[in-house]
């Protein structure tokens, strides 16, 4: 008997001492837990796929500032107005507000709608600024809030708009690896961040004027929108027309702007990019010329460029892109019409 209690002894001082060791472990993940659950989690990130038009890519937006508490709400009623207040996915909104007197007692205003911030401009008394319906967007009912801030303190008014179904086609590549090497993240990337810094600063007042031109004559390949796959995976959306023609086609200005890149790209090739003011490019890829320099001020009609097939591209084609407010707009609602603010 007293043999095997002293056996039984050290089995006991090793399961003590096993239990003890497990006490920091344990201690470990009950603190770990209750750092999880008072942590704030992330907003989840933007989609991973890759366009092919990364080179035509828009800026990244911050999302919709927060007025500051600390200023007054004064008593003033804003006129908010959308133009047209019923869109589709890639439809172009004009977002007008009217003030109470001459330019009203403020110094910014801002919309935030579907997610994104859009700072306004001056406009005949009142503010205006030119927003984009991403081709993903799903229908339903959405607030646009404007807020004015001046030294006396904010105004707001929220209005409401109606996004409707649209359904995009498939567009279907088999491309060769080498082809396919264009589109590596880290080269789209990189062209991401040039467009970023070229579509920085827009003008503040309109430069367009008059009807857009079609920028080249062409026969349609790839239209808005489209679903893109290349090589069975899907890659994207189509962000904006293919025309095709034959290399050396003249490539025009779509109307008046100034011309913030002209330069090769990695996806787009070499590509032409014109701010025509309030937040509104146009953007000419696949060049096999480029004609234009930065800074340049053109007409509606000027030659910046000629048709080619450089970067990610099957032949010779332009690929034609419309931006309203960093988001890519069909580009047919420009072609041959007129753009008013009033």
């Known amino acids: 008997m007293v043999a095997r209690n002293a056996r039984s002894r050290p089995r006991r001082r090793r399961a003590r001492s096993r239990w003890w060791a497990a006490v920091p472990a344990v201690l470990v993940a009950w603190l770990l837990l209750a750092w999880l659950a008072t942590a704030e989690v ?17 800026a990244a937006q911050p999302p919709p500032a927060e007025p500051d508490s ?11 107005r959308l133009d047209p207040p019923v869109l589709q996915p890639g439809d172009l909104l004009v977002i007008k507000v009217g003030l109470p007197g001459p330019g009203g007692p403020f110094e910014s205003l801002r919309a935030g709608l579907l997610g994104r911030s859009l700072e306004l401009s001056p406009h005949r008394g009142g503010w205006v600024g030119l927003a984009g319906v991403d081709y993903r967007t799903p229908p339903g009912r959405y607030p646009v809030t404007v807020t ?15 996004v409707e179904p649209k359904a995009f086609a498939e567009s279907r590549l088999t491309v060769t690896a080498e082809q396919t090497a264009l589109l590596a993240e880290d080269l789209v990337l990189r062209d991401r961040d040039r467009v970023a810094r070229a579509r920085a600063r827009s003008h503040a007042a309109p430069l367009w004027k008059g009807s857009f031109l079609l920028p080249v004559e062409g026969r349609l390949t790839t239209d808005f929108g489209h679903i ?10 189509h962000s904006g027309v293919d025309l095709a023609a034959p290399t050396g086609t003249p490539v025009r200005a779509t109307n008046h702007g100034e011309v913030v890149l002209a330069e090769a790209l990695h996806v787009t090739g070499l590509t032409v990019i014109i701010d025509h003011g309030l937040g509104l490019y146009s953007s000419y890829g696949h060049l096999s010329a480029i ?15 000629a048709v080619g097939s450089t970067g990610f591209s099957m032949g010779p084609h332009l690929h034609w892109s419309m931006i309203a407010g960093g988001v890519f707009v069909n580009p ?4 041959g019409a007129s753009l008013e603010l009033d």
């Open 42 to 58: 992330p907003p989840a990130g933007p989609e991973t796929g890759v366009p092919p038009e990364a080179g035509s890519l828009p």
């Open 70 to 80: 600390r200023q007054p709400t004064l008593d003033v009623a804003l006129s908010v």
């Open 148 to 162: 004015a801030a001046g030294p006396a303190g904010l105004a707001g008014a929220t209005e409401v708009l109606v």
């Open 228 to 237: 893109r796959f290349v090589n069975g995976r899907e890659r994207g959306r």
């Open 291 to 305: 004609d234009v320099a930065p800074g340049q001020r053109v007409s509606a009609g000027d030659r910046i460029g």
């Open 332 to 335: 047919w609602r420009f072609a």
